[in-house]
């Protein structure tokens, strides 16, 4: 039996306005690329909702206050659209490599 050269690819990273997240997974088959970009989709929408769950908390804990809590709530609300729609064009992004990296580890040319 001879070696056979392992596809190595690399999906290098999903960079977004919340930050970059590198998978620096070397993958040989296409369940390896779907495990992988599974694991970073969940990191994204996990930060997302950690992150929604705070915002909550902050809010109901300026409620008493009426100024701080109108003010916090207008806010919180924009910098909620502001990072779902982050979240969404990161998985957008990360879906677009993974499908190419799909194609080059199953061979199909498009």
Request: proline share 1%; aromatic share 8%.
């Amino acid at each position: 039996m001879g070696h056979r050269p392992i596809n190595t690819l690399r999906i290098s990273s999903v960079s977004g306005t919340l930050g970059t997240t590198h998978l620096g997974v070397h993958v040989s088959n296409y369940r390896d690329v779907q495990s992988a970009v599974r694991v970073e989709k969940f990191r994204i929408w996990f930060a997302w909702f950690s992150g929604g769950f705070i915002m909550l908390g902050i809010t109901i804990a300026t409620k008493d206050s009426a100024v701080v809590s109108v003010v916090t709530q207008v806010l919180l609300v924009g910098l909620g659209v502001f990072f779902t729609t982050a979240a969404v064009k990161m998985t957008n992004r990360l879906n677009r490599k993974a499908d190419a990296a799909r194609r080059e580890v199953l061979g199909e040319d498009m």
